[in-house]
């Protein structure tokens, strides 16, 4: 199939902006609880007129402030309630704020904050300020720098009380559909990241049809009021388009800065979300320390035969979707019941209990993944998007997932296969432009279409199935053509691998680069009675190694022998960010680390 198209299920707006939501469902049902936000260790609701009352106040001290229509204001901080605050803030006056990642260097906050022309900034501590502070001779048309732990919002809320309302109502009522809502700049995998210009209808046709489409995350009933505790950054375009279906949705949102394990873990239990976004990565990790905490309690045969079960009782209820299968026999059946106790039912626990869906983006998922989840009772809707398609492009329906894939077009999208393999997207979220840079945004859009630079196929069921980057597709000196990323993917699958990058271009065959997880070395190590050994120790440990082969093995049955990975080097460190080598989504630069690594890429290939 070369296109397929899922009819829109909401409709177009035709008047207003992001932030009436907010004013509308305030005036109907001031008390609804909207947010849950953690004050002092302990979760309090946050009714939807209080946010409504605080947006007005920290409105009109921008205001106050200088901030006007149109004006462009940088957001660098955490995943926090404030960031929601001052995101429907700036919306309410037809500003524009624009995400900055907080891990960010001072080069990419310069580079972001001159290109998009903000004349404000709000930064969360005095790291960022100092941060934004040794460019600040290089931005002329920043003139304000607010710091959120330095009580911005009170400061703002101050020096504004002198305004009355109707100054926000006034600016709210001048906002449009088609207004610009925010800037956001693309990962910058293969170059300099480029600002996305994203309307408020973008999002509106987003969050809307996406409700739609998804009634058992996103319907209220009662005694079951859904909610979702947002861990992922709201400065990539995933979490913004969560936060915005909140809101439209009348989802109760929490906001948690920490994904680790310690913290994030008691956050899932207090907050009970009933649905979770998150990428591949985090679902791997809660697999693999589900499985370390079983193995060090002599029960990894029990943990596996479990998996097992989950992974198979899914793919059987998948083929009975299809009409390819019965569905699981009784004995299947009767196994998972049993392991549902014994197994399943505390991984639900340790993500609050109350999940039984979660969406993942960002990345691919391993099929098997996403079956032992479905099994164990979470059923994870991969999508897929970009920044310029405001997120999600394709999900999995709910009813009918087809793990492997990232789905069917969401509604009002279309999906063409170009000659090339490349995908083309068309509908109301695509973007309207990278700023500054007509001849860029001239080379993707194309007669209403937005074109990827990704590869996939459609099945005969619609389904998406993504197979590479055409940036990113090697060639061999054999003329081979090869997608790195379902290699990279398998080996990652491993506990042990942290990363992988696969190289070869213009090479004879292809080799990888393979990181170490640390997490999963250290209990590999414990498990065996080792000593904890340092990176340079790790790379020459035998038994390691034959570790990693396997995994390397097991990725290369999915691929002809010779698009298969011949060689490989353990590396005694991690790809970073710091170093240059990561975007900061934590995606590879794939042609800096061929660069830092060149010594190392060429011993793979006997140099």
Not at 143 to 171: F, K, N, P
Not at 335 to 350: E, G, N, P, W
Not at 512 to 535: F, N, Q, Y
Not at 551 to 572: K, L, P, Y
Request: net charge neutral; charged share 25%.
């Amino acid at each position: 199939m070369r296109e397929y198209t899922v009819p829109s299920l909401a409709t177009a707006p035709q008047v207003g902006g992001l932030a009436d939501a907010v004013f509308e469902q305030a005036a109907a049902e001031p008390d609804r609880p909207a947010f849950g936000r953690k004050v002092a260790g302990h979760w309090r609701n946050v009714t939807i007129g209080t946010f409504r009352d605080e947006v007005v106040a920290v409105a009109k001290g921008l205001l106050a402030q200088g901030v006007r229509f149109g004006d462009r204001v940088g957001l660098m901080s955490r995943t926090r309630y404030e960031w929601t605050l001052f995101d429907f803030a700036l919306w309410s006056i037809g500003a524009q704020p624009v995400p900055v990642y907080p891990t960010s260097s001072a080069d990419q906050v310069l580079h972001i904050l001159n290109d998009s022309a903000a004349v404000a900034c709000i930064v969360e501590h005095e790291d960022h300020a100092m941060t934004v502070g040794s460019v600040i001779d290089k931005l002329p048309k920043l003139t304000r720098l607010w710091q959120l732990d330095a009580d911005a919002a009170a400061d703002l809320v101050a020096a504004g009380a002198h305004l009355d309302d109707d100054v926000v109502e006034r600016h709210r009522l001048a906002v449009t559909p088609d207004s610009v809502a925010t800037v956001i700049y693309t990962s910058g995998t293969t170059g300099r990241p480029r600002g996305c210009t994203i309307t408020h209808a973008n999002f509106m046709s987003q969050s809307d049809n996406i409700i739609e489409r998804y009634p058992p995350l996103f319907e209220n009933r009662p005694g079951n009021r859904p909610a979702t505790l947002m861990f992922l950054p709201l400065s990539h375009v995933f979490g913004r388009m969560i936060e915005v279906t909140a809101i439209r949705g009348k989802i109760k949102l929490g906001h948690t800065p920490d994904v680790r394990p310690e913290t994030l873990l008691p956050d899932l239990a207090a907050f009970r979300p009933s649905f979770i976004l998150a990428v591949p990565h985090i679902f791997e990790k809660v697999f693999a320390a589900a499985r370390r905490k079983a193995e060090a309690q002599g029960k990894a045969d029990a943990f596996d035969k479990a998996a097992d079960v989950a992974i198979r009782y899914a793919a059987a209820q998948e083929q009975r979707a299809f009409d390819t299968g019965p569905g699981p026999s009784a004995a299947l059946r009767m196994q998972h019941q049993v392991f549902d106790k014994l197994v399943y039912a505390k991984i639900r626990a340790s993500l609050g209990g109350r999940c039984r869906y979660a969406m993942s983006g960002g990345s691919a998922m391993q099929r098997r993944l996403g079956l032992f989840f479905a099994g164990a009772g979470l059923s994870v809707i991969e999508g897929y998007g970009l920044t310029e398609s405001t997120a999600a492009a394709a999900a999995n329906p709910w009813e009918r997932p087809r793990y492997g894939t990232v789905g069917v077009p969401i509604p009002g999208m279309t999906v063409h296969i170009a000659q090339d393999g490349e995908i083309w997207l068309r509908g109301g979220q695509i973007f309207s432009g990278y700023t500054g840079e007509p001849q860029a945004t001239t080379a993707v859009l194309r007669d209403g279409w937005l074109a990827t630079g990704d590869v996939g196929e459609l099945d005969d069921d619609g389904y998406l199935t993504i197979t590479g980057r055409k940036k990113e597709m090697l060639v061999t000196s054999n003329g081979k053509t090869v997608s790195p990323v379902g290699l990279e993917d398998g080996v990652r699958n491993h506990p042990l691998v942290a990363q992988c990058l696969v190289v070869g271009n213009d090479r004879p065959y292809i080799a990888a680069l393979i990181t170490l997880e640390p997490e999963g070395v250290s209990h590999w190590l414990k498990m065996r009675d080792k000593p904890e050994l340092t990176g340079a120790e790790l790379v020459r440990d035998e038994e390691l190694e034959a570790e990693i082969r396997r995994a390397v093995v097991a990725a290369n049955t999915h691929v002809s022998q010779s698009e298969s990975i011949r060689t490989f080097r353990i590396m005694a460190t991690q790809f970073t960010e710091d170093q240059g080598l990561l975007t900061p989504s934590l995606k590879l630069k794939r042609k800096a680390i061929e660069k830092a690594y060149a010594n190392e890429v060429e011993a793979l290939y006997g140099g």
